[in-house]
């Protein structure tokens, strides 16, 4: 989970880990670069907030496929779904969009669907 709230983090990871997942945690796109380069085969899926610091999405995407072209993306933002993420959506770089605020089910609804397409 690539999330910069530090409230909005603790709840996701809470939620998913009551759900039954393992969540690694980053407050950006280099720490989440970095966790998934020391985990390679241990992750199922990035669950990416569309607004951080330091790296813009696309940025943080590119480089997430640079080392794993397969891994589900799903982005979760505040905002409505824009043309970037459906452009991104359209071209497989990312496999979900999931808008904020979101339940537990929805969130763990999503996260199932991704994890049995990959």
Not at 38 to 59: A, K
Request: proline share 5%; net charge negative.
């Amino acid at each position: 989970m690539v999330e910069d709230e530090p409230v909005v983090c603790a709840v996701a990871q809470a939620l998913l880990s009551r759900s039954g997942y393992t969540v690694l945690t980053a407050p950006d796109g280099a720490s989440a670069l970095n966790i998934l380069h020391e985990h390679l085969t241990g992750i199922g899926l990035i669950l990416l907030d569309m607004t951080m610091p330091g790296m813009t999405t696309n940025e943080i995407v590119q480089a997430v496929r640079a080392v794993d072209p397969i891994v589900p993306i799903l982005l979760n933002s505040g905002y409505a779904l824009g043309d970037t993420v459906a452009q991104m959506l359209e071209e497989g770089s990312v496999q979900g969009f999931l808008g904020k605020p979101y339940s537990l089910s929805e969130l763990t609804d999503k996260v199932q669907e991704l994890l049995q397409q990959s």
